[in-house]
């Protein structure tokens, strides 16, 4: 993004917004960009209520980068947001140019009549065009266990290093972040063995020190003095910018990571070494091959074009599938479709975005895509016997009963005869991307009175972590932080992920350290999800009207986010305060937060310097002042009102202490997290109005119901309560009179 910004802001004076999974601008960012820089997953997400949203009309350009991987796990995903936006141009007559960029392919033409391209506009070069020569190597290994092969591979990488790039920077690939740590290890030891320990390291000793005093990562900070570097997503960002840089000035000559290196960031060497061509896959729980589109893009870091007359590629692999890649890595390979086994949530998507109202509407929508062409191409590979017309019309309507059958069954949508309408759950499962057998699974869970425990067990049995990584000997690391949680069952099945998902958010939430640096990573990935999920929840129980469930889950997410248990001090979300000295705080009959706001500020800065430094006061008094301090005034309708007429309670609310940024203050969470409120109006235990707010300084709001049958006084209650903090909840009572019928 750096570079980009230098291209469009500073040069063209473009206005420049990223969407990604790390940065999600507002509304009024989208609406005033001129180039959007995103993932597929945010711009499916977002151009699904292109109905609604008039810069995702008024896009004029696509660029799709590594197109070719419409066959992979994210395929389905570029599939359907290419085919919505041709969709979106016939609809509106805004003409939209698609721009796709690929490796060599074997039916370019597949991909040429799906995207539109009419005349000149197709360039498909061999597999052996490239702006530097590659040179390649392919060894083959024995060995039936994965782990003694890897450890084989560690001699000839270090010979492939010494012979093709003794001088010029290397990178290896690996299967894991465990590889990176026991390759780079190896790596030193045969230097060292040849007395050379230091042969890749290119940067005076001075310069080294500053570094590694900046460096978290204890097994990157031992490998940087010997020239290595480590990439993987377990590194702090910190910690990945500075082998992202040495290694680009080449400062450090070899650099040891994971395939994710290859699509991620630019970082080209003159060698490239592949070091085995497997994984290990956590949903089946076994090896498999990396993607044949993977091994070619880790080769295609081989070569700089700047400095390299030839690049060098050397791929180590098992013994067995040696003339495998010798023949498929220089011809061109077919590309297939996988939205076959994704349609449901894109039918739901788009059935509740009203793309889609009827089941024709919904095999004229398959004809959009890329399944379709290559179904007509290749039927066989889909499961279609007879070519025939005939027969393909009736396989696509069989493909379209079939998928929305599932989705009644899920209680998204409702059949009736030919059309298909959305249904709240549907719309829930559009609306915060998610799985239909998450929401379909929360129809069935979510019920009234459940506690936090309960939920958090219906948070982590969500779809969405299916894929969390359960690796090799991890189920006995997942049972020896189990010991030190509360809400564990104790019949768990340890390799399960879902199990893994509860360990880590209760880890969060006790602020353990945790066993192993790959757990850093994976945490951060159940809270990237989590409250997408939580929200979802929320809202569930609330369309069933189950006030105390709704209110658990609101508490849930504020968990989430501060990393502490409902039940714990909320002082402790504050920097520098920690069990150890909640007591003095308590001596100052301080004991919440709401507490702390009341004591002067004199005061408290003057009791602090008996604990903390002025830098640590200045730290604490200003992520306290971050701190939303609201005033509620809640009113009732000030006239007697009729049976099961509309009530409206209305709601003020004012922000006391200037909010000094969008953002909530929340240190424990990896990412930025806008602040947010949910206004609750509950008459008895049964919720009756829900609203979203968020407010810079004041805003005013009404929640509206309808009011008792029988005449009386009734009470009802307001809860104001926060998305991001513990602590801060407010609740009121309103009186409300409901008088004999008047007709």
Known sequence: MKDWHEKFEVKLKKHLVELTGDFTPNIRALQMADVVCTTPEKWDGISRNWKSRSYVQSVGLVIIDEIHLLGEERGPVLEVIVSRMRYISSQTDNPVRIVGLSTAIANAQDLVDWLGIEGVGMYNFRPSVRPVPLEVHIEGFPGKHYCPRMASMNKPTYSALVEHSAHKPALVFVSSRRQTRLTALDLIAFSTIEENPRQWLHMPQSELDSLLARIRDVNLKHVLPFGIGLHHAGLSNGDRQIVEELFGKVKIQVLVSTSTLAWGVNLPAHLVVIKGTEFFDAKTRTYVDFPVTDVLQMMGRAGRPQFDTMGIAVILVEESKKNFYQKFLYEPFPVESSL??????????????????????????????????????????????????????????????????????????????????????????????????????????????????????????????????????????????????????????????????????????????????????????????????????????????????????????????????????????????????????????????????????????????????????????????????????????????????????????????????????????????????????????????????????????????????????????????????????????????VGGNTE
């Open 340 to 737: 076959a086994s994704f349609l449901h949530d894109h039918f739901n998507a788009e059935i509740v975005a009203g793309t889609i109202t009827s089941k024709q509407d919904a095999v004229d929508y398959l004809t959009w895509t890329y399944y379709f062409r290559r179904l007509i191409r290749n039927p066989s590979y889909y499961g279609l016997e007879d070519s025939s017309a005939d027969a393909l019309n009736q396989f696509l309507s069989n493909t379209v009963d079939d998928t929305v059958r599932d989705l009644e069954l899920a209680s998204c949508i409702e059949i009736d005869g030919d059309s298909l309408y959305p249904l709240t759950l549907g719309k829930i499962a559009s609306f915060y991307y998610l799985s239909y057998s998450t929401v379909s699974m929360f129809r069935d869970s979510i019920r009234t009175g459940l506690e936090i425990r309960d939920l958090l067990g219906v948070l982590t049995a969500a779809t969405e972590y299916d894929g969390l990584p359960v690796r090799h000997n991890e189920d006995g690391i997942n049972a020896q932080l189990a010991a030190d949680l509360p809400w564990v069952d104790r019949r768990a099945r340890m390799e399960d992920p879902h199990v893994k998902a509860s360990l880590l958010l209760q880890a969060h939430f006790s602020a353990l350290p945790l066993p192993i640096s790959d757990y850093i990573s994976d945490t951060k990935s159940v809270l990237d999800q989590s409250i997408r999920i939580l929200q979802a929840m929320v809202d569930v129980a609330a369309d069933n009207g189950w006030l105390g469930t709704t209110l658990n889950a609101m508490h849930l997410a504020e968990m989430v986010l501060q990393g502490l248990w409902f039940t714990d001090n909320t002082l402790l979300c504050l920097p520098f305060v920690t069990p150890s000295n909640l007591e003095w705080f308590q001596k100052l009959g301080v004991d919440s937060v709401p507490e702390l706001f009341a004591l002067p500020v004199t005061k408290l800065k003057s009791a602090l310097q008996e604990i903390w430094s002025d830098a640590q006061i200045t730290k604490f008094l200003r992520e306290l002042g971050r701190i939303p301090q609201v005033d509620v005034k809640a009113h009732a309708p000030g006239s007697v009102l009729a049976p099961e007429s509309e009530l409206a309670i209305r709601v003020e609310l004012s922000r006391a202490n200037k909010q000094t940024s969008p953002f909530a203050y929340t240190p424990r969470f990896p990412k930025a997290k806008q602040e947010g409120w949910w206004l609750v109006a509950g008459f008895g235990d049964e919720l009756v109005a829900l609203r979203r707010v968020t407010f810079t300084s004041r805003t005013s709001v009404s929640l509206l119901a309808t009011a008792p049958a029988a005449p009386g006084s009734y009470t009802y209650t307001v809860y104001l309560m926060s998305d991001s903090y513990l602590g801060v909840n407010q609740q009121y009572d309103v009186h409300v009179t």
